[in-house]
């Protein structure tokens, strides 16, 4: 990938500590920003700008971003629009990490927002999203069995979902699809798409494409695109 999609920001050690001096709403621990193809989600193949935060409560048993949990550098919201803005794109995506854990995520989406951006926010959905600017596209997942972090689901946000909204389920194994077939199928959710996204290594995707065409699930299967264009291991795309 090209140098140029990428701007970390990191600020010099002579700024940090002039951040660290704003209040809490107005500076996040930015892990990287970039820009990409949208990989997921029902805006997936789009060109977007992705903000990633550092920090997650969570330890999911595949997670493929766990450089994002202590990696990062403090920036004010307006380097973060600065350096947004430079990339001269229409769609934003706020990720992590668990963006929601920093008390300044909620100020930034409104102001992105505000701007006259196309937000989306992409949470572990073990936070309330209930504050959330209504604006914003909110990508929440719901995390099975498989994933050792079901107990901390934050079960009300099923209740706050939105046409505007998507929930993502990152399926492992059987018993993982199992559960996610059962919770979507028995009571209403009101979002806009539910995806089931294999876990890389552990199921095929034609595995779990069978599964659903043969309880006729009305979710769409999800592969991460960015994955297939980069590679899995790549960072920053
Ligand atoms: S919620 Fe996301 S960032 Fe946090 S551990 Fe799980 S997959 Fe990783």
Redo the contacts with the bound molecule.
């Keep these: 990938m090209s140098l140029d999609r990428v701007a970390s920001g990191a600020p010099s050690a002579k700024k940090t500590p002039s951040v660290l001096r704003l209040p809490v709403h107005q500076r996040l621990k930015v892990n990287e920003i970039f820009y990409s193809i949208q990989g997921e989600s029902t805006f997936a193949g789009l060109p977007c700008v992705l903000v990633r935060l550092t920090g997650?409560?969570?330890?999911?048993s595949?997670?493929?971003?766990?450089y994002?949990?202590y990696e990062g550098e403090w920036q004010s919201l307006d380097q973060i629009l600065t350096t947004v803005a430079a990339f001269n794109c229409p769609l934003v995506e706020l990720t992590?990490?668990?963006p929601l854990l920093q008390p300044g995520a909620e100020t930034l989406l409104t102001t992105l927002c505000d701007a006259g951006y196309r937000v989306l926010l992409e949470?572990?959905?073990?936070l309330d999203i209930s504050r959330v600017d209504p604006r914003v596209h909110r990508i929440v997942?719901v995390?099975c069995p498989g994933?050792g972090?079901m107990e901390n689901n934050h079960w009300p946000n099923l209740d706050h979902l939105s046409d505007r909204d998507e929930l993502k389920f990152?399926v492992a194994d059987r018993r993982d699809y199992e559960w996610a077939r059962d919770l979507v199928s028995g009571r209403p959710l009101g979002c806009s798409a539910i995806h089931f996204s294999p876990v890389h290594g552990s199921v095929e995707a034609t595995e779990l494409a069978e599964w659903v065409l043969e309880d006729q699930l009305p979710v769409r299967v999800q592969l991460q695109l960015h994955k297939f264009l980069w590679g899995a291991e790549t960072r920053g795309v």
């Design positions: 997650c409560q969570m330890r999911c595949w997670c493929d971003t766990p994002s949990f992590g990490g668990e949470t572990g959905g073990g997942d995390k994933s972090e990152v």
